[in-house]
C-alpha cells in the first residue's frame, strides 16, 4: 500500500471516481512538475451537486463539507493525472476557493478551510497558498468551488 493510500485509510477517506467536465476544458494540465487541477464543484458520489448560496441557503458547516467534496474530486483528477498513484505528489501547492455567497459574507477563509484542512492531512510537507474568493453564482448553483496545483516528483 503506498503512502498517500495508508493516509487515507487511516483518516477514512476514499477519494472518489471525478466527474466529467461540464464544458469545453481539461480537467487538469501538466506542466513539467506541475499538475493545475480545473475547478472542482463540489459533486457527491451520487452525482449531486451542493448547490445554494452561503448561509443563506446552506449552512457554513455544509460548505465547509462541500469545500471537502470538491478537493476530494480535484485529488480524484489528479489521480488520474498520476496515473492513479498519488505518491507522485509531492505537495499541493495552491488552492483556490470560490464561494457563492450574499455581497455581506465575510468567512470565505472558514468555507475554504474545509478543502485546506483534508489537503494538510494528506500532505505534511508543507503548507499551500491560497486564496478564497466570495462571488454572486458558481456553475450549476455550486455552493462552492475549488481549483488547485500540485507538484509531482
Known amino acids: 500500500m503506498s503512502k498517500i493510500e495508508e493516509i487515507l485509510k487511516k483518516i477514512n477517506i476514499t477519494i472518489p471516481n471525478p466527474p466529467k467536465p461540464v464544458g469545453n ?3 487538469f494540465s501538466r506542466h513539467e512538475k506541475l499538475i493545475f487541477v480545473s475547478g472542482q464543484l463540489p459533486v457527491t458520489s451520487d ?3 451542493i448547490t445554494g448560496k452561503v ?3 446552506i449552512s457554513l ?3 465547509q463539507k462541500a469545500a471537502e467534496i470538491s478537493i476530494l474530486n480535484a485529488l480524484g483528477q489528479l489521480k488520474i493525472a ?3 498513484n498519488l505518491d507522485h505528489v509531492k505537495s499541493c ?4 476557493g470560490y464561494v457563492n455567497c450574499l455581497d455581506n459574507f465575510s468567512d470565505h477563509a472558514k468555507v475554504i478551510n474545509g478543502a485546506s484542512d483534508l489537503i494538510t492531512k494528506i500532505f505534511t510537507v508543507n503548507l499551500h497558498s491560497r486564496i478564497a474568493i466570495g462571488c454572486n453564482s458558481l456553475p450549476l448553483n455550486a455552493c462552492v468551488e475549488i481549483e488547485s496545483i500540485f507538484e509531482t516528483n
Open 25 to 27: 476544458y481539461a480537467t
Open 82 to 84: 498520476c496515473n492513479g
Open 47 to 49: 452525482g449531486k451537486i
Open 55 to 57: 448561509i443563506k441557503e
Open 93 to 96: 501547492i495552491r488552492i483556490s
Open 61 to 63: 458547516k455544509q460548505a
